[in-house]
């Protein structure tokens, strides 16, 4: 079964933007580099739109044939982590827009408003909009980190498992762009 052009640039797009993201998300919150925020954010809600497309078109496609004879343990495995995965490249961005919108940050792409900010012609402070939906989406956002990192170092070790031991097309096919 040969992936299709969408399904595989998509998965480009995504793989490495949420990779790109979950270093910059660590970094810049780690060490308060308040200027990396509204890169981090506009490049997570753009990664939202791809997302939601990829969901689509699974829908449409349905998930890749396994290549191989593997066991139902590893097919369960396999199943689980894309279920995981592709759930996490919308709940992630989403729960970040939940933060900063209901915070009162507003949601910007590079500077084009998508929602307002609020904030204080006094102090200068975000005034939240829904502290309840900010603070359920501040939870979520870090909640999130370590269950990602874990499939994205599951999946990556299938991938690999795939092409070392089995030496089978399974990364070939995905990462084929001719
Ligand atoms: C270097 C990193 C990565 C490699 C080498 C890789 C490799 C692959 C391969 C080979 C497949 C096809 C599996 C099959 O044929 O059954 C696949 C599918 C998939 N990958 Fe990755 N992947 C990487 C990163 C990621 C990341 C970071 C995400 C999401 C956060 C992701 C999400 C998915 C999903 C959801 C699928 C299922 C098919 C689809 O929806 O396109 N991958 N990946
Ligand atoms: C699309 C995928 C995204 C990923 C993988 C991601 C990842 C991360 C990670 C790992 C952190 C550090 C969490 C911590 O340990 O404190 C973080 C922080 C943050 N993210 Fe995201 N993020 C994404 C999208 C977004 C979006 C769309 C927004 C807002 C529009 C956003 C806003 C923020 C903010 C404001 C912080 C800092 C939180 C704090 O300082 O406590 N993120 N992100």
């Avoid at 998509?10 to 200027?35: D, K, P, R, W």
């Avoid at 990829?54 to 279920?83: C, D, F, T």
């Avoid at 092409?163 to 990462?175: A, L, Q, S, Y």
């Amino acid at each position: 079964m040969k992936l299709s052009s969408r399904t595989k640039i998509l998965h480009a797009i995504v793989a490495i933007s949420m990779i790109l993201l979950l270093i910059i998300g660590i970094y810049m919150s780690e060490n308060e580099v308040f200027a990396l925020y509204p890169l981090h954010k506009s490049i997570g809600v753009i990664v939202f739109a791809f997302a939601m497309l990829r969901i689509i078109i699974r829908i449409k496609e349905g998930w890749p044939k396994v290549i191989g004879n593997a066991s139902k343990a590893q097919m369960l495995m396999a199943k689980l982590v894309h279920w995981g995965l592709i759930t996490l490249t919308a709940l992630y961005p989403a729960s970040g827009m939940m933060m900063s919108g209901g915070g009162g940050h507003g949601i910007y792409i590079f500077g084009v408003e998508l929602l307002s900010s609020n904030y204080d012609d006094v102090t200068g402070k975000a005034m939240a909009l829904n502290e309840t939906v900010a603070s359920i989406g501040h939870t979520l956002h870090e909640a999130l980190t370590i269950v990602l990192i874990l499939f994205v170092v599951v999946h990556i070790a299938g991938a690999l498992k795939h092409h070392i031991f089995d030496k089978d097309e399974t990364i070939k096919r995905m990462f084929s762009f001719r």
